[in-house]
């Protein structure tokens, strides 16, 4: 029988298999539960995996009793040694007839190896968020990913969590709003089916769920995308935080990530990146800064990309590539990139967008405000200068 190669993309809220042939074409895919050992445990986790797997064999013809040749797993918290060497034990010992060999990394390993073949940056908001650097020599570096409880910046949970903080401390009389909230506050009564405050203490308490909580992110976009002052205010923020995620790892990158022709690779994942023309003014405003105050002029351009597959593709194929086997990949139809933007030092910012009209205002805004800061801080009199204009090209 000819061999299958296995991955798996391990999510918070779902997961994915897919099983590959020898000359890299999917043969099956199966989809499931979350598989964050965090969560549920390292026992249902490897019972999920071992489930999906054997649904994905049956769905290719094959027998669930001959193993794979390799399985590739990305998963959410997949660098810790210990419960990488926890997870692999269960595996082997419980499931022998699953995969003849088994690799375990980190959803963003995943994502980058499904994206591009020399590394690049993973920036996840999704329900949490977490930013990983991987380097063309394999090394990583990360910012964030610790979890709701002291991370998660820019994610749905942070967006939601911030949201329904400003309309209690606003209530509270302890600390103003920065617009109405009028709009958020009837979205938070109607999301979570409550009359008042006190109704939304069971989903912070006794009920909560991270995953129902991170939802109410939804409303707030719509309430962004509809002209709500304090929604927009919310996701700019958001944008600017996840912005900072990158600034956070720019000096651990290795040079040659900066010298491709779209400059710097961003692999964006996660349902908050739907969203993207809500986050991009503090996005962008948040790179232009740290990039200054870090002196990285080698940073002069970076685009941002999002998959077209599941990260189970680039799973199967470090998993492969763990036993001598390299499987194909066509990387220019796994993602698809969605913005670009290039640095151009003292006459404006350039970028290519979806709609250059309206990113023009956003660019003239952001460099506006970087010019008159600096303007300020070196005295230089006003009617002595005059400011360039962007240039957007397409």
């Known amino acids: 029988m000819a061999a299958l190669y296995g991955g798996i993309e391990g999510g918070g809220t779902q997961s994915t298999v897919l099983l590959l042939s020898e000359d890299g074409r999917i043969l099956a895919e199966a989809d499931g539960l979350s598989t964050n050992h965090w969560v549920i445990g390292a026992d249902e986790c490897v019972e999920r995996i071992n489930e999906m797997v054997n649904r994905a064999k049956r769905k290719a013809g094959v027998d669930p009793l001959v193993p794979l040749r390799s399985l590739g797993l990305a998963l959410a918290g997949g660098e810790h040694g210990d419960t990488v060497r926890i997870l692999l034990e269960k595996l ?42 991987i380097n063309p020599d394999g090394s990583e570096s990360g910012c964030g990913g610790w979890g709701h409880m002291i991370g998660d910046d820019g994610s749905a949970y942070w967006i939601a969590h911030q949201a329904v903080k400003i309309v209690f401390d606003s209530m509270d009389n302890l600390k103003a709003a ?53 929604s927009q205010y919310i996701f700019r923020k958001a944008g600017e935080i996840l912005g900072r995620h990158i600034v956070a790892v720019l000096p651990q990158i290795d040079p040659i990530l900066f010298q491709q022709q779209m400059g710097l690779p961003i692999v964006c994942v996660g349902s908050v990146w739907k969203s993207w023309e809500l986050l991009r003014e503090g996005f962008l405003s948040a790179l232009i800064k740290g990039r200054e105050s870090q002196a990285q002029n080698s940073f002069s351009r970076f685009t941002l990309m999002k998959l077209r597959q599941s990260s189970a593709l680039g799973g199967a194929s470090l998993g492969a590539k763990n036993i001598g086997h390299l499987l194909p990949m066509d990387y220019k139809t796994n993602v698809v990139a969605f913005y670009s933007y290039t640095f151009s030092d003292g006459a404006g910012p350039s970028c290519t967008p979806s709609n250059p009209r309206e990113h023009l205002s956003v660019e003239r805004r952001l460099f506006l405000s970087f010019f008159l800061k600096k303007k300020k801080q070196t005295h230089i009199e006003e009617n002595k200068h005059s400011l360039p204009t962007p240039s957007c090209k397409k």
């Open 92 to 133: 082997k010992s419980r499931f022998p007839h699953l995969s003849e060999s088994y690799v375990i990394t980190t959803d963003a390993a995943g994502s980058i190896a499904t994206a591009v073949p020399d590394g690049g940056i993973v920036l996840i908001s999704g329900t949490g968020s977490n930013c990983r650097l």
């Open 178 to 230: 920065p617009h109405d909230i009028g709009y958020i506050k009837q979205a938070m009564f109607n999301y979570f089916h409550v009359q008042d405050r006190q109704g939304i203490l069971t989903h912070l308490h006794r009920d909560f769920d991270k995953g129902r909580f991170a939802g109410f992110c939804r409303p707030i976009a719509e309430g962004a995308q509809q002209g709500d002052p304090l």
